[in-house]
């Protein structure tokens, strides 16, 4: 991959973008080239550009100097879009079947121009239409449990580990996910969205004191637990999936972070999937709990053939530091539970439910779950989520 720096931002359109990956010699100059913007997430532009002739494509994503969802007032550093290229391109190192290759990066610009997965389907649109992606939990904790051992203190040296924290320094988009996934949800704030037939369980959980406790202590753990370099934002929408491949897509959140965080937000995305269903629900619930084995497999085989500190012969150390992670993903999971159900960024599994009494019903669960998961981090074993639902 190379990476470079133009002079001055600006945004790209469908032929300035074709006009890029030519001059990058990813295509010839002669060639006819379609280029549409089919970015449908929240921050970026994203152009898919495709010969008709012979079906070679490549995706160029941008980031835009603010939050899309929103328009200009909200202002976004683009280095995020650094921070996505230099993310692929360290867990394609460790798993490089899980994530698309990154072929170019522009700093300037906040271009990253990619491998087209297109042949692909986003694994929460999938999961709606009822599809269950058998090797998704198997690729997923894998990922997790690679990614997690590999960027940490256990494997790295801990000078070279203190020059990848502030390489993934990211604050514009730590402080969304500060805001929307753990404060924003559990006070009265503007940006939060939920159906009037919600605000009594609304108001029962800004009432709540101890579910807000811990919810500030999660988010304590997430603004200084620098463990290991998350994703950042690893819902079910952050995957590319069929019955064979699976990619992880879109880390423009990642940042050291804590070892439990990414394991909680996709398992609340499994969760929500699940919840959404009315038939069906047993892949979803079995992938919860085999992400967890395979990661805690992959932590545990990396641990003994590969860990650099000398503490780590006690195996005391590995037991706690598992326990603690996945605890601390079960308090994740509920604050993503709840923030996907009545905050700013809601998730199409359970907004697409067409019976409005179903769906005010499995939203109103969804917070009750939510609530249950951050009272009740020690106590919930990965196959318990299945009996949440009973
Ligand atoms: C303003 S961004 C809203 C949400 O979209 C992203 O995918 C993250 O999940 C973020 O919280
Ligand atoms: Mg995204």
Redesign the pocket.
């Known amino acids: 991959m190379s990476t470079t720096k133009t002079e001055k931002y600006q945004p790209l359109t469908e032929i300035s973008a074709i006009k890029l990956v030519k001059k990058l010699g990813l295509f010839d100059a002669t060639e006819a080239l379609t280029a549409r913007e089919i970015g449908d ?3 970026n532009l994203v152009f898919h550009i495709i010969n008709d002739q012979t079906n070679k494509s490549i995706i160029v994503k941008q980031a835009l100097p603010y ?1 899309k ?2 328009g200009e007032s ?1 202002p976004l550093s683009l280095n995020r879009a650094t921070i996505e290229s230099n993310a692929l391109k360290q867990f394609g190192a460790f798993t490089p079947e899980l994530v698309p290759t990154v072929y170019y990066h522009d700093e300037t610009l906040a271009v990253t121009v990619m491998e087209d997965l297109s042949h692909l389907t986003i694994s929460r649109a999938g999961l709606i239409q009822g599809e269950s992606y058998p090797l998704l939990s198997q690729h997923i904790g894998s990922f997790l449990g690679h990614i997690a051992f590999k960027t940490s203190d256990f494997a790295l040296k801990p000078q070279d580990k203190k020059e990848e924290v502030v390489k993934y320094s990211n604050p514009d988009l730590c402080n ?2 500060e805001d ?2 753990f404060t924003d949800p559990f006070f009265d704030i503007d940006t939060n969205e939920f159906e009037k037939a919600l605000r009594p369980d609304v108001e029962e959980l800004w009432n709540d004191g101890d579910v807000k406790l811990q919810a500030a202590k999660l988010k304590y753990k997430f603004l200084t637990n620098a463990q290991t370099l998350i994703h950042g ?1 690893l ?1 079910t ?2 995957i590319f999936a069929s019955s064979q491949e699976t990619k992880v897509i ?1 880390p423009e ?1 990642a940042f050291y972070g804590p070892f439990g965080f990414d394991l909680g937000q996709f398992v609340a995305n499994l969760f929500l999937n699940a919840l959404s269903r009315e038939t069906n629900r047993e892949p979803l619930f079995a992938h919860i709990t085999n992400t967890w084995n395979v990661f805690k497999d992959t932590f545990t085989a990396l641990w003994h053939s590969e860990n650099t500190e000398p503490f780590a012969k006690d195996e005391r150390l590995l037991h706690e530091i598992l326990t603690q992670t996945w605890q601390d993903a079960v308090g994740y999971a509920g604050c993503e539970i709840i923030r996907r159900t009545i905050g ?2 809601h998730v199409a599994d359970l907004d697409e439910i067409s019976s409005e009494e179903r769906k005010i019903n499995a939203k109103r669960t969804a917070l009750k779950i939510g609530r249950y998961l951050l009272l009740h981090q020690q106590d919930v074993s990965p196959n318990e989520f299945e009996h949440l639902l009973r």
């Open positions: 997430g929240n921050l939050a969802v929103v909200w969304i996910t929307l996934v934002d819902h929408g952050s879109d959140f700013l960024a």
